[in-house]
């Protein structure tokens, strides 16, 4: 599922040798939905996971849809859901770029970040949740 996303994530982190610190079926995820969270939904999807990814002490948050099985289709042509970077760093965000039509419309990179600055808090405490638990 995040398999795009943990490319974007190695493409744009060098390489030192660490390895990630979970595999991507224990990454923790929460599924959210439009008007259920009190903040500015920024995604032009109504409903998808956020995930946190922890790399070399630094903590990444994603938004990906979820596709249904027949969506994904089968091992060999299979369709990827379509991830983006949530955060605050407008730099981060070039990571993005292929499937940026996942952010909801927005007129300014302030109201991009504005919206999406929550949900990046929401997303990092996914990973604080995973190093009680360890």
């Not at 398999?3 to 190695?10: D, G, H, Q, R, V």
């Not at 969506?71 to 991830?83: D, V």
């Not at 955060?87 to 504005?114: G, K």
Request: proline share 5%.
């Amino acid at each position: 599922m995040l398999s795009l996303a943990l490319s974007a994530l190695a493409a744009s982190v060098p390489s030192q040798g660490a390895s990630i610190a979970h595999n991507a079926s224990s990454l923790p995820e929460i599924v959210i939905r439009k008007g259920e969270t009190g903040h500015d939904w920024p995604f032009s999807i109504d409903k998808g996971e956020l995930t946190c990814l922890e790399y070399q002490g630094q903590r990444y948050v994603f938004f990906a849809e979820i596709l249904t099985d027949d969506e994904m289709g089968m091992f060999g042509a299979m369709t990827l859901p379509r991830s983006v970077v949530v955060s605050s760093n407008p730099l981060a965000l070039f990571a993005s770029f292929e499937d940026r039509a996942l952010y909801a419309p927005w007129d300014s990179l302030e109201t991009l970040v504005t919206r999406l600055a929550p949900y990046e808090r929401m997303g990092r405490a996914l990973c604080d949740d995973t190093d009680d638990d360890l």
